[in-house]
Nanobody
Framework: QVQLAESGGGLVQAGDSLRLSCVTSERTFSSYTMAWFRQAPGEEREFVASIMWSGGITNYADSVKGRFTISKDNAQKKVTLQMNSLKPEDTAVYYC?????????????????WGQGTQVTVSS
């Protein structure tokens, strides 16, 4: 089981930016495809962004495309989600997820390692 720890959430105003980080001590981190999901109150968890284990291929939900950027730093064993132009509808708990050598899927069931989540609240 890969231990993942998210940080960087907070309360911001619409239009602001936040950077979420997810770190691990996993020795083979470079072999993990990483993703961010989010869950708003009363809603199901939804895909936000993913990045292939090789770092070259990214995928985004339509709702965040052009505003969010996912990146992976194998040396620091960290995946980052840069969130710009935040909207109130981005309010959710954001979760980091990992899968070993998998494709960058938007399906929650494809990931078997999850962090505890970090709260992002965007006020209007």
């Amino acid at each position: 089981q890969v231990q993942l720890a998210e940080s960087g959430g907070g309360l911001v105003q619409a239009g602001d930016s936040l950077r979420l980080s997810c770190v691990t001590s996993e020795r083979t981190f470079s072999s993990y495809t990483m993703a961010w999901f989010r869950q708003a109150p009363g809603e199901e968890r939804e895909f936000v962004a993913s990045i292939m284990w090789s770092g070259g291929i990214t995928n985004y939900a339509d709702s965040v495309k052009g505003r969010f950027t996912i990146s992976k730093d194998n040396a620091q064993k960290k995946v980052t989600l840069q969130m710009n132009s935040l909207k109130p509808e981005d309010t959710a708990v954001y979760y980091c997820a990992a899968r070993f050598l998998g494709v960058a899927s938007d399906e929650e069931s494809r990931y078997n390692n999850w962090g505890q989540g970090t709260q992002v609240t965007v006020s209007s």
